[in-house]
């Protein structure tokens, strides 16, 4: 029976993350039983055959799950391939004995913590946009950044595509004539977020490293390098995203108790003239 989403089967699968694969779907890269599918179509995993750029994907006799930290340089794109032969990030972990990977992303001028996995029930937990896994980073900014921006920032900004951030935490951690040391975290995963959220207030990064996602740090990794995660960091991300979980379902269900209460009890009964 065809019961599994093809986006969801190819995350299971390791292929990639569930928001990755519908944007190979979208690209017309995805095929079930020789067809183009779309974004939705469902899938029996027992059954149907799924194909990606023409290479059949088989689902592997017994899964064994792989997470793993890198910490990305600057200058590698965070991709699976690049079209133009500029430098990715699996070539950081090609020596991973199975196809992960990677879970989010860092722009190519920025460094730090990644981490990658074939689980795609796992990248799917940390990278959905209501879990809000916190990442911390360290933030080089020019000119000095003044105490209204600061400010600013903390309470949220709106980015060039009309969106408001969510509140920030923001620390100075070096205040200096030309530039400033910032620690941010945040709990969003917009497209370049920090960056575009410096420019909205009138700073330039220089800098970005990301130090940790949720209870996970970098370390003493260096760059270049990767390990993998340890059982105790595993469980500690599924529990910090699921708690996270549970925290939007409680605000979801009070705003809408909320809504109810202002507007008050529905009428059902309707007068009958005799």
Known sequence: MRDTRIQKALSELGICSRRAAEDLIRQGRVKLNGRPVQVGDKMDMAKDL???DGRTIRPPKKQEFIYEMLHKPRGYLTTMSDERGRKTVMELVADIPARVFPVGR?????????LFTNDGSFANLLTHP???????????????????????????VVLDDGEKTQPAGVRVLVDEPERTVL?????????????????????TVIRLKRNAEGPVKLGMLQP??????????VAALRASASKAVRRERTQT??????????RGPLRSERRTDR
């Open 50 to 52: 799924l194909s990606v």
């Open 106 to 114: 860092l722009d190519r001028d920025s460094e730090g913590l990644l």
């Open 130 to 156: 209501s879990h809000g896994v916190a990442k911390l980073y360290r933030v080089t900014v020019r000119p000095r950044a003044s105490e209204e921006q600061i400010a600013q920032l903390a309470a949220g």
């Open 183 to 203: 620690e941010m975290s945040i709990q969003e995963g917009k497209n370049r977020q920090i960056r575009r959220m410096c420019e909205a207030v009138g700073l």
């Open 224 to 233: 270049g390098q990767h390990r993998p995660l340890t059982k105790q960091e």
């Open 253 to 262: 269900a009070q705003q809408r108790a909320e809504q109810a209460r202002q």
